[in-house]
């Protein structure tokens, strides 16, 4: 499974998620840094990636319809920390292990996970 972690999230998670054993690219190595949510998206479908973001405008799914991406993935906290951020990731790595995001739209919060489909 491969991800693109966007500019938001700090290099920890791209990190923790290849540590997992999943390919990662970030938006940064791709030249996007400072790039619009459109050229983002445009680029992880491209690439096949599903995207991890704390951008909560890719949960529009009128905007961003989850059925024409591998996955769009959300963090969502109050407190966006390195620390509430890398549990968030460890538990979602756990379920990745479980199933792809693939064609769905997860928010991750900190205690729970909802997923939604096109």
């Not at 949960?59 to 407190?79: A, C, N, Q, W």
């Not at 479980?98 to 096109?118: A, S």
Request: include cysteine; charge should be negative; glycine fraction near 8%.
């Amino acid at each position: 499974m491969r991800f693109k972690i966007d500019q938001n999230l700090p290099a920890e998670c791209a990190a923790m998620l290849r540590e997992a054993g999943f390919q990662v690219d970030t938006a940064d190595d791709e030249g996007l840094s400072g790039a619009d949510d459109v050229a983002v998206s445009e680029a992880t479908r491209a690439t096949g990636c599903a995207l991890v973001t704390l951008d909560l405008g890719f949960s529009d799914i009128r905007s961003y319809p989850p059925e024409e991406y591998t996955g769009i993935i959300v963090l969502r906290s109050k407190v966006q920390d390195k620390i509430t951020l890398g549990s968030m990731l460890r538990r979602l790595i756990l379920v990745l292990r479980e199933r792809p995001p693939k064609g769905q739209l997860w928010i991750v919060e900190p205690d729970r996970i909802r997923y939604r489909e096109g």
